[in-house]
């Protein structure tokens, strides 16, 4: 496995972080509160902490907690596990991840075969997910990474065979690739997923399942590996930052290192389907999507 989850500082066994002592902690000025919302800012980083509500801006780029920020007066707190699997590793990436070895990414295109996936006016999920893949792995090939894909054609593939590859492969990330869709023809932007926290519902509601995944073993440097594809997508075509957000998808429950799943934009949008459309856009995308993982492994590897 190229990277390894460093031990981080000892945690306190409460179950909740106040911001006061989670600014301290990090060398943060006192929490600055507003009407809606709490920032700590330094010099290199913001937080700012929607009240009651699980949205959080890094650095601008928004992350949806686990948990909500919950308290009153000087009592905001943040769950545990979100300061540990969220805060720390984008706070101390260098103490998160270090280099073991040569990296090998695996890129998923998501369905294929007769699972066309999202259907838009032009073009369909399977087709368009595949294209980005490729051109993925040829920015990332030019730059000295291994790639290997999932699939190369128009093939089916079982969610289990996607992960059991990439396990096979000794993968270091997994990149699942995909487009969106909605009954709001009106919704659009970036959505960027890595796995719920043991013990919490995903974004999007729970369908009962709190436990445990394997894929929970790389929850802090999944984080980081988000962090820099979906700030890298977000800043090369101007989309909508709908945020990391967080469910159980069996590939990434199942994934056996660091893993995203990417949704490129919405089929059912008809500006986005129209860009996606287009060649040079697939290339833009593909192009961010790369421009991301190298920085996440140039991120291990710069560690002393």
């Known amino acids: 496995l190229l990277l ?31 009407r809606s919302n709490i920032t700590l800012s330094s010099g290199c980083s913001t937080l700012t902490f929607e009240m009651n509500s699980r949205k959080l801006l890094f650095n601008g ?19 545990r596990s979100d300061a540990m699997r969220i805060v720390d590793p984008l706070l101390r990436p260098d103490r998160t991840l270090v280099a073991t070895g040569t990296p090998l990414v695996v890129i998923d295109p998501g369905h294929g075969g007769t699972d066309t996936g999202a259907a838009g006016r032009r073009v369909n999920e399977k087709n368009v997910v595949l294209d980005i893949a490729l051109r993925a792995a040829t920015a990332l090939k030019a730059a000295g990474v291994a790639v290997r894909l999932t699939r190369e054609q128009d093939a089916a593939l079982t969610l289990d065979e996607r992960t059991a590859l990439a396990r096979t492969l000794g993968a270091s990330l ?33 369908n009962g399942d709190t ?28 989309a909508a930052d709908r945020g990391i957000k967080r469910a159980r998808f069996e590939v990434l429950a199942q994934a056996p290192c660091p893993a995203v799943l990417v949704e490129c934009g919405f089929l059912s949008n008809a500006y986005e389907e129209s860009m996606i459309s287009l060649d040079h856009y697939r290339e833009l995308v593909a192009g961010a999507i ?9 991120g291990a590897n710069s560690r002393p």
């Open 4 to 34: 390894l989850l460093l031990p981080v500082a000892a945690w306190s066994e409460n179950a909740r972080l106040n911001l006061h002592d989670l600014a301290a902690r990090y060398g943060f000025p006192s929490p600055v509160q507003g």
């Open 61 to 79: 780029l928004l992350i949806w907690m686990n948990d909500p920020l919950s308290g009153s007066g000087a009592s905001w707190s943040v769950d």
């Open 174 to 206: 997994f990149l699942s690739i995909h487009m969106n869709s909605a009954d709001n023809s009106a919704a659009s932007g970036l959505e960027t997923y890595v796995m719920t926290a043991p013990g919490f519902a995903s974004t999007a509601g729970s």
């Open 211 to 238: 436990g445990s995944e394997p894929g929970n073993r790389f929850d802090w440097a999944s984080t980081l590996l988000a962090d820099r594809v979906h700030r890298s997508v977000l800043a090369q075509t101007g």
């Open 290 to 298: 790369a421009d991301g993982v190298i920085a996440y492994l140039g």
